[in-house]
Every structure is written in C-alpha cells, then in structure tokens.
C-alpha cells in the first residue's frame, strides 16, 4: 500500500510564497489557508501565546471551542508547537511553514500506525506546490510535488527508506526540515 501525504504551499506569479490567485478570484490568496491562519494567529503578541495554544488552551484559541471547525484546532495547535521555529528559519516563514508541517504530518502517520502494520506500507511524504505562471490575465497554476521522505514501514516495524533510490541523491537545503 502506498500512502502519499504532506502539506502545500502555494507561489504566486510574482513569486511570493504562500499565495496564489486561484481561478474565480479576483486577488491572490494564502496557500494553504488553514496553516498561513493558524501561523499569524500564533505569532499575535510576538507569539506569547503559542505554549497555550500547543496546550490547547481555549482562552489562547477560541477555535478548540468550536467542535465544526476539529481540523483547524489541530492545525493551530500543531503550529502553534512550531511557531518559533518557522520564525526562526532562514528561508523564510512562508517557505519554513510547508516544510516543518509536512515532517509533522509524517510523524503523526506513523503514530497512527503505531509503528506496526500487517503489510509492508511505502510513505511518501513531501509538500505540493502550486505554482502561477504566466501573466495575471491569463495565468495557470501548475501543481509540483517536492518530495522530501519516501520509506516503507515493515510489519516487523522497521523502516527502510527508499528516497534515494526512488528520486536520487537527496538534496538538501540551507536547513533540513
């Protein structure tokens, strides 16, 4: 079985990271939404709330309240674990982002899994990246996927990772997320 997941970001055509003028709207937006939200909410204040929010405190988030919107909860608190970090990075906030929440999604899998499954399960996990070219009358956006992680979980559970040999030498960037 083969499980793809990850994270996505978008760049517009002026080259900005995190958005991207979907089709049917008259201005750029962020991409992804739910996590460029969860990320500003977390650095309000020079981001004093974000141990709060990582505890799912509702007085730091009024969203853990709102048992419709579950996803977005998870998605704050998880960057809100990571807020700091994003921050820090030197690729910038809006590259960071997509990078640190495709390694989280990874990790959560694997806790889901448990470390153990009946079959052999190939992980591939990276960011999808919408991309907008052309010029802003008639752009289109072209989808890519920067795989970062490829592996197999074991039912003995091992992993055996499988990158290098599905996609090359792994490249790597200023700093590895």
Do not use: W
């Amino acid at each position: 079985m083969l499980v793809i997941c990850g994270s996505h970001v978008g760049v517009d055509i002026d080259g900005s990271v995190g958005r991207i003028h979907r089709h049917g709207m008259s201005e750029p937006s962020d991409a992804c939404g739910s996590a460029v939200a969860a990320y500003r909410n977390a650095a309000k204040d020079k981001f004093s709330r974000c141990t709060a929010i990582a505890l799912g405190d509702s007085v730091a988030y009024s969203g853990f309240a709102d048992k419709f919107d579950v996803q977005q909860s998870h998605v704050q608190r998880t960057v809100a674990q990571e807020a700091l970090a994003i921050a820090a990075d030197s690729r910038g906030e809006m590259t960071a982002l997509p990078l640190i929440l495709a390694r989280r999604i990874a990790e959560e899998l694997e806790e889901v899994v448990g470390g153990h499954t009946p079959f052999p399960l190939a992980v591939l996990n990276g960011v999808q990246i919408n991309v907008e070219r052309g010029n802003t009358d008639d752009a289109v956006v072209e989808d890519y996927f920067l795989p970062l992680r490829f592996y197999v979980m074991h039912p003995d559970g091992s992993k055996e990772d499988i990158f290098s040999e599905a996609f090359g030498p792994e490249v790597t960037t200023a700093k590895s997320a």
